[in-house]
């Protein structure tokens, strides 16, 4: 499968901001997430859901401000993100993998280039 994310961009604090992701050749996969990784820091989980009926998970510490969906006709995941803040600046990378919802990046085997969002204060 192959990701392209798209959508980032500079918006102030308390904005909002929408990504997607087109996953291309999607098939053999179950589960879309995004990652993002700020400078100097590791890659952390955002959100994943699940083509087939939506099940979706998210980060703790996002839970109320990100939204993750989906729309399987034209194969594309969306992060809905509101009430932005500085610290959600970072790369948000689009992933992919069978099986179940995963929080660990390693676990996820296919990778979009990611799309930079830049939270100003």
């Known amino acids: 499968v192959q990701l392209q994310a798209s959508g980032g961009g500079l918006v102030q604090t308390g904005g909002s901001l929408r990504i997607s992701c087109t996953a291309s050749?999607?098939?053999?996969?179950?589960?879309m997430a995004w990652f993002r990784q700020a400078p100097g820091k590791e890659r952390e989980f955002v959100a994943a859901i699940k083509w087939s009926g939506g099940s979706a998970r998210y980060a703790d510490s996002l839970k109320g401000r990100f939204t993750i969906s989906r729309d399987n006709a034209k194969n594309l995941v969306y992060l809905q993100m509101n009430s932005l803040k500085p610290e959600d600046t970072a790369v948000y990378y689009c992933?992919?993998?069978?099986?179940?919802?995963?929080?660990?990046?390693?676990?996820?085997?296919?990778w979009g280039r990611g799309t930079q969002v830049t939270v100003s204060s």
């Open positions: 992933a992919a993998r069978q099986g179940s919802i995963q929080v660990v990046p390693t676990l996820y085997n296919s």
């Open positions: 050749g999607r098939t053999y996969t179950s589960v």
